[in-house]
């Protein structure tokens, strides 16, 4: 069973079918994309008796929690307190996610490096605490904001009212407490390993593209594409993530009674002093899922299933291909403010790269918008750059009115493949 509706949860299931582990998949609530690969079912998965009820009546051997609401929620306590295995942390371990507070003290309590901050819980103090930091000023919901409750304010009045917007119900219950952080410079990039609470393999990396505008411009979004390997991120950097704050982590959280089983997604800086951590997500990423499934090239079913029952010493390490993926968001029109919903979508018949579907639906027998991010096109090559100019070409072959995106998804490592000769 995998929970999950997005872009996400497509790349999933798509790798998931694939296994020989696998007979058969459900997916809940899924989307018109996940039915190609799945028997969709119509659950809420926030009712967890229901969840497992129908887990109960379909043997089911393995649930896979794509995003992160779920988890946070305790779903992974309600199916593992069922005897049902799940792919993906408790609550408890959710809360490096769930809380960015959390996870600041954290790090600061086990020496993993990363910025300075500060935690408030209330107006005044968060306005009164912008005193100890410098511009540009980081300031951050403390809960879940689906990606988009992070601000870089430039000046100290942008950063009161960010302030102002996060404690005046702007991010919802996301903002009911704040973190403001000191500004790192580097280039940023996303480290994923899996683990079962006590061994811990990497499983890939990527860079995405947040800002909604190109040349990162604009407001935060989930995510308008990215590609994978994250070339910047190099095997000697690679191991210090691994020794110096994923490791540590998975330690600090097994000493204090909440050990952590799941994907752990670091969100990095890389900076003149090393590697440090920007953030965990508690699940794959958003488009970062799709371009670290399509280089995958084991059993995902197998090895998730090592993870959910804590035998991933036995599991075979994760295999990947030397080939690039890209991946490029098509929004619908208004994203990341008031996304247009219902633009009907004409797909090409595409050969070169794979769609998977985001926020689409089916209705009166027609392929629309439903959601923010619609598609994600994704395509592979030997260099990045080549992926990119696969992508693109399968993209403007959909015909999507109502839709949009970057057109300059990879640039940075495809404007050092031009340099280096290697395009």
């Known amino acids: 069973m995998l929970i999950g509706s997005g872009g996400r949860e497509h790349a999933l299931a798509w790798k998931l079918a694939q296994s020989p582990n696998c007979d058969t998949l459900f997916a809940a609530p899924g989307n018109p994309g996940i039915a190609q690969d799945a028997e969709l079912v119509a659950l809420n998965f926030a009712d967890h008796a229901a969840v497992i009820a129908f887990c109960a009546g379909h043997d089911i051997g393995l649930v896979v929690v794509g995003p992160e609401a779920p988890l946070v929620s305790g779903l992974g306590d309600s199916l593992r307190d069922a005897g049902i295995p799940v792919f993906g942390p408790n609550q408890k371990a959710a809360q490096l996610e769930g809380s960015k507070g959390f996870t600041k003290d954290m790090c600061a309590a086990a020496g993993i490096p990363t910025a300075g ?80 609470g006590r061994d811990v393999v990497a499983f890939g990396s990527a860079q ?57 997604f670091a969100g990095l800086m890389l900076t003149e002093e090393g590697p440090k951590l920007i953030e965990y997500n508690a699940r794959f990423g958003d488009p970062e899922c799709q371009v670290l499934m399509t280089r995958f090239e084991g059993d995902l079913a197998a090895l998730m299933l090592a993870v959910a029952t804590g035998t991933l010493a036995q599991a075979d390490a994760p295999a990947f291909s030397r080939q690039a993926a890209l991946t490029i968001v098509m929004a619908a029109n208004g994203y990341p403010a008031l996304p247009e919903k219902g633009g009907v979508i004409n797909l090409a018949d595409v050969t070169d790269a794979k769609i998977f579907h985001a926020g689409t639906a089916e209705v009166g027998g027609q392929l629309v918008a439903s959601g923010g991010r619609v598609l994600n096109v994704t395509a592979t090559g030997d260099t990045v750059t080549d992926a990119q100019a696969t992508a693109y070409a399968a993209l403007d072959s959909i015909d999507f009115p109502g839709g949009f995106c970057r057109r300059d998804i990879g640039w940075r490592e495809v404007a050092r493949e031009a340099a280096s000769g290697t395009d």
Not at 212 to 221: E, K, M
Not at 222 to 242: E, K, N, R
């Open 117 to 196: 901050y500060a935690r408030h819980d209330s107006k005044a103090s968060a306005i009164d605490g912008l005193g100890a930091f410098d511009a540009p000023y980081v300031i951050k919901a403390d809960g879940l904001a689906a990606g988009k409750g992070v601000i870089i304010a430039e000046t100290r009045a942008e950063a009161e009212a960010a302030i102002e917007d996060m404690f005046g119900g702007g991010f919802g219950d996301a903002g009911a407490s704040v973190v403001i952080e000191e500004f790192m410079t580097g280039e940023e990039a996303s480290f994923f390993a899996l683990t079962d």
């Open 208 to 264: 995405d593209h947040k800002r909604v505008g190109d040349g990162d411009t604009g407001p935060n979004t989930g995510g308008m594409g990215a590609y994978s390997p994250a070339f910047v991120l190099t095997d000697a950097l690679q191991a210090q993530v691994m020794e110096r704050i994923i490791r540590p982590t998975v330690a600090y959280m097994a000493a204090n009674n909440m050990p952590y089983s799941g994907v752990l």
